[in-house]
T-cell receptor, first 114, second 115 residues
Framework: GDSVTQMEGPVTLSEEAFLTINCTYTATGYPSLFWYVQYPGEGLQLLLKATKADDKGSNKGFEATYRKETTSFHLEKGSVQVSDSAVYFC?????????????FGSGTQLTVLP | GAVVSQHPSRVICKSGTSVKIECRSLDFQATTMFWYRQFPKQSLMLMATSNEGSKATYEQGVEKDKFLINHASLTLSTLTVTSAHPEDSSFYICSASGAGVYEQYFGPGTRLTVT
């Protein structure tokens, strides 16, 4: 079945440090890939997405490139801020009729220290 | 962007009682809604998928008689936890997608505590 493997956390960085959270996937079809962010006590917010190979999703300084050859979608940010502290989930979906079921990775807790 | 709300945001109930959680799509028609459960420091576990006007499809291991899902309109789905027990305490999150809306939009979640 489809699965997503994420870098285990927690990750603790100082403000302005470079961030990488690794994500790899296995899928039987041709998935779309997503990064979601969850702030404490809240639901998930879509951070960025990519729907085909070599697409780069970007938002709020975060980027991730869909690499089909390595089945990866690593999340990066050049300079993190304290406000980026949250849990980050990598996910994929394969459209099948009207169902758009998401498969999530285990999540990576990021803490940014001032 | 598409907005999904959940109500209540927090609920505390006594063991043996039932609790209803509402999930609403505020500015689009949600043909499909999903219900997830999240344990502390863990990922989201899909409980069920519901299409408007149809019975929900439950994931393996989820008791459909305990977690009743109704999706009677294109903007509202409800999850009722029947005869709740302390082990049902969790964070429940819904999401919705609709015709022409490829992504899932998530609600803010409901924290259920069963005492």
């Amino acid at each position: 079945g489809d699965s997503v493997t994420q870098m285990e956390g927690p990750v603790t960085l100082s403000e302005e440090a470079f961030l990488t959270i690794n994500c790899t996937y296995t899928a039987t079809g041709y998935p779309s890939l997503f990064w979601y962010v969850q702030y404490p006590g809240e639901g998930l917010q879509l951070l960025l997405k990519a729907t085909k190979a070599d697409d780069k999703g970007s938002n709020k300084g975060f980027e991730a490139t869909y690499r089909k050859e390595t089945t990866s979608f690593h999340l990066e940010k050049g300079s993190v801020q304290v406000s980026d502290s949250a849990v980050y989930f990598c996910a994929l979906t394969i459209s099948s009729g009207s169902a758009r079921q998401l498969t999530f990775g285990s999540g990576t807790q990021l803490t940014v220290l001032p | 962007g598409a907005v999904v709300s959940q109500h209540p945001s927090r609920v505390i109930c006594k063991s043996g009682t039932s609790v209803k959680i509402e999930c609403r799509s505020l500015d689009f028609q949600a043909t499909t809604m999903f219900w997830y459960r999240q344990f502390p420091k863990q990922s989201l576990m899909l409980m069920a998928t519901s299409n408007e006007g149809s019975k929900a499809t439950y994931e393996q291991g989820v008791e459909k008689d305990k977690f009743l899902i109704n999706h009677a309109s294109l903007t509202l789905s409800t999850l009722t936890v029947t005869s709740a027990h302390p082990e049902d305490s969790s964070f429940y999150i819904c999401s919705a997608s609709g015709a022409g809306v490829y992504e899932q939009y998530f609600g803010p979640g409901t924290r259920l505590t069963v005492t």
